[in-house]
């Protein structure tokens, strides 16, 4: 059974975690760990006794961004009407997926050898986009026959685009299309 951290190393942990998605989305999974353990002002004996190898700090990384994500659902929906969460949660999802790509390269080796990591992940994040969905059908703000998995789906293809293109703008205008899309007929 873990044991909750002290304060003080969960907040190094968390530290460490948010620099090293900062540093993958900047630089890629290849980055320097030595330069990712000075940013989060830890020593690199830190970061090696909490994550052995680059791989795993990379899929704690992943986890971490993960869980984030679709944790902020609930959140948004709390201080935002509901269209307006589920637009801020979508441009949440493309800063996700830009950290992810920046760990493109090691990702696809972590999501293999660990079972299920990328259902439950997908499944998580499907979860989310239901509850925003949810929000905005109950409110009729949204159109409720549309599927959460193929609005996720619509939002990775936007992402790929724009990030592609490296054009953050385009992704906000897509998701504008896509909100306009989801919007019930009388809410348009």
Same mark, same amino acid.
């Given at each position: 059974m873990n044991?909750? +951290?002290?304060?003080d190393a969960q907040a190094n942990l968390d530290r460490l975690l948010e620099v090293a998605a900062a540093a993958f989305a900047r630089e890629g999974a290849d980055t320097s760990l030595k330069a990712i353990a000075a940013e989060a002002q830890v020593g690199i004996g830190t970061l090696y006794r909490r994550f052995p190898t680059r791989?795993? +700090?990379v899929e704690a990384v992943y986890r971490n961004e993960n869980a984030r994500l679709s944790a902020a659902a609930p959140d948004l929906l709390a201080t935002l009407p509901p269209r307006e969460a589920l637009q801020a949660w979508m441009q949440h999802f493309v800063d996700y997926m830009l950290?992810?790509?920046?760990m493109s390269d090691a990702l696809p080796t972590i999501l293999t050898a660990r079972d299920g990591l990328r259902a439950s992940s997908r499944q998580s994040l499907e979860d989310a986009v239901r509850t925003l969905m949810n929000a905005g059908g109950d409110a009729g703000l949204l159109r409720t026959d549309i599927h959460p998995y193929d609005v996720l789906m619509s939002l990775g293809g936007i992402t790929l685009i724009a990030g592609h293109e490296h054009q953050r703008d385009l992704a906000s205008r897509l998701i504008e299309l896509l909100l306009d899309? +989801?919007?019930r007929d009388t809410a348009r």
């Open positions: 044991r909750p +951290l002290r304060a791989e795993d +700090l950290t992810k790509r920046g899309g +989801l919007a």
